[in-house]
């Protein structure tokens, strides 16, 4: 476990994971450029949904306390608004919408 837990920091590097569109998906974790779906940490990955690119910063930053934190904050801020968990509302949302959604849980942070 990390001693050293930066919840802006690493919701930063989420978002810019997942910025672009071709870099996020949906009903997969994650997926190689095939578009076949593959855990998150596989090196052929290229998109991963929002809960993935979480996932992946935690297992590439060992940050695991960064990691709880913003996905607390994602849960208990921002989907308790629209009354969908991070993979629902991935899976039902337009990529905008998403990033719109990491960047209210990064006010959040501020």
Not at 19 to 31: D, I, K, L, M, V
């Amino acid at each position: 476990m990390s001693v050293y837990t930066n919840p802006r920091a690493f919701a930063d590097r989420v978002l810019k994971r997942i910025s672009q569109p071709e870099n996020w998906t949906q009903r997969a974790a994650a997926r190689t450029a095939t578009g076949a779906v593959c855990p998150v940490w596989d090196p052929d990955a290229v998109c991963w949904c929002l809960i993935g690119a979480c996932q992946i910063e935690a297992h590439a930053s060992k940050d695991w306390n960064a990691y709880s934190l913003f996905s607390r904050l994602l849960d208990d801020k921002v989907f308790e608004k629209t009354g969908s968990g991070g993979i629902e509302f991935n899976d039902n949302h337009s990529h905008a919408e998403v990033l719109g959604k990491v960047k209210e849980a990064m006010e959040e942070l501020s």
